[in-house]
C-alpha cells in the first residue's frame, strides 16, 4: 500500500478556487489509478474524480463535472484537482485514493481503492 498525502484544503468562499494535491512517499503515481472523494459531515463518502492508470482517462462525478479538472504530474510524483466555482455544498474532507488498476465504470467508487490518505479539510462559506 502507498502512503498518500493530501494538502491544499482550507476555508474560501463561494465561488473561489482550491487546488487539491495528493503525492505518495517515496513513489510515483504514474502507475496507478487514482481518485478523490469527499465526505461531508453526516453524510457517505462520495467519488469525486478519478484518472486512470492506463491512459490518464478522467471520470467525475455530475456534482462537480465542468468545475473540477484532475491531473497527473508524474515529475512532481503528484496527482491534483483543480477545483472552480465552489460551492457551499463542495464542503466536505477530501481524500485521494489509488490502486494499481481500475476500470473507469468502477473507479468512483471507494470499495476498489486499497491506499487512502488521511484528508483535506475543504470548507466553503457562502
Known amino acids: 500500500q502507498l502512503q498518500l498525502v493530501e494538502s491544499g484544503g482550507g476555508l474560501v468562499q463561494s465561488g473561489g478556487s482550491l487546488r487539491l494535491s495528493c503525492v505518495a512517499s517515496g513513489f510515483t503515481l504514474d502507475y496507478y489509478s487514482i481518485a478523490w472523494f469527499r465526505q461531508a459531515p453526516g453524510k457517505e463518502r462520495e467519488g469525486v474524480s478519478c484518472?486512470?492508470?492506463?491512459?490518464?482517462?478522467?471520470v467525475y462525478a455530475e456534482a462537480v463535472k465542468d468545475r473540477f479538472i484532475i491531473s497527473r504530474d508524474n515529475t512532481k510524483k503528484g496527482v491534483y484537482l483543480q477545483m472552480h466555482s465552489l460551492k457551499p455544498e463542495d464542503t466536505a474532507d477530501y481524500y485521494c485514493?489509488?490502486?494499481?488498476?481500475?476500470?473507469?465504470?468502477?473507479?468512483?467508487?471507494?470499495?476498489?481503492?486499497?491506499?487512502w490518505g488521511q484528508g483535506t479539510q475543504v470548507t466553503v462559506s457562502s
Open positions: 484518472i486512470n492508470a492506463a491512459d490518464d482517462t478522467t
Open positions: 485514493a489509488a490502486v494499481d488498476f481500475v476500470s473507469s465504470s468502477k473507479c468512483l467508487m471507494a470499495s476498489e481503492y486499497d491506499s
